[in-house]
C-alpha cells in the first residue's frame, strides 16, 4: 500500500510540475538564422563550416529549443590523388538562455544536444606496378554525435542578432571542434 501512495504521489507532484512547465512555454518557429566558421575534427586539421540554424521558442523559462544544419568539407592531397571527409549534419540543441539584468543586449547561453551525422569519406583508386590496383572509392556512415558548448547573442537591431558560438561535438571518429559566427533574424511576436 505504501509503495502504491508514493507512485501516485510521485506521479502527481511530476503532472504539476510538467504542466507548470508547459503553461510558460512559448513554443513555435521564432527565428532562423545562418553562419559560417572553422571546424576542426580530430586528426584532419582545419575546415571551413557553413551552418544554418532555426529558433522553435522556450519550453521552459530562459530553456530555448534550436535546430541546426552543418556542413564541413575536408580534402587532402597525397602525390596526385586526392582524399575527402565530408559531415552533413543536422542536430536539435536545447540551451540555456541566461538573463544579464545589466546589458539586455547581450544573452549569453550553454547547452547540449543531439546530432545525426552523414560523414562521407572518398578516395581514389591507383595502381601500384607489380601490386595491381589498390583500394579507393567512396563510404557514407551515419552516425550520432554529442554537442555540447555555448556562446551569445549581440542584440544589434530590432530583430536581429549577432551570434558567436563554440561546440565540442562527440562523433565517432570525427570528434569536432567548431567556432562560428553568424546572424539570427527574430520574426514578429
Known amino acids: 500500500m505504501k509503495k502504491w501512495l508514493t507512485t501516485v504521489l510521485t506521479m502527481m507532484i511530476c503532472a504539476t510540475l510538467a504542466t507548470a512547465a508547459l503553461a510558460e512555454a ?6 532562423i538564422g545562418g553562419g559560417i566558421g572553422i571546424a576542426d575534427p580530430e586528426d584532419l586539421g582545419a575546415a571551413f563550416n557553413l551552418s544554418v540554424m532555426a529558433n522553435f521558442g522556450t519550453f521552459a523559462p530562459h530553456v530555448a529549443f534550436d535546430a541546426v544544419f552543418d556542413f564541413w568539407s575536408k580534402s587532402e592531397n597525397f602525390l ?3 582524399y575527402s571527409v565530408k559531415d552533413f549534419a543536422f542536430a536539435g540543441r536545447v540551451t540555456y538562455r541566461f538573463d544579464i539584468t545589466s546589458n539586455p543586449k547581450i544573452k549569453p547561453f550553454a547547452g547540449g544536444g ?4 552523414f560523414v562521407k569519406t572518398s578516395a581514389p583508386s591507383f595502381s601500384i606496378p607489380g601490386i595491381g590496383v589498390a583500394g579507393g572509392g567512396s563510404d557514407t556512415k551515419v ?6 558548448g555555448g556562446g551569445s547573442n549581440f542584440t544589434v537591431g530590432e530583430r536581429l542578432d549577432i551570434v558567436a558560438e563554440l561546440w565540442f561535438r562527440i562523433v ?5 571542434i567548431m567556432l562560428k559566427g553568424g546572424i539570427i533574424y527574430w520574426l514578429g511576436e
Open 26 to 31: 512559448d513554443l513555435g518557429f521564432k527565428g
Open 80 to 82: 596526385t590523388y586526392e
Open 114 to 117: 543531439l546530432g545525426i551525422h
Open 143 to 148: 552516425k550520432i554525435g554529442l554537442d555540447l
Open 172 to 176: 565517432s571518429d570525427v570528434n569536432q
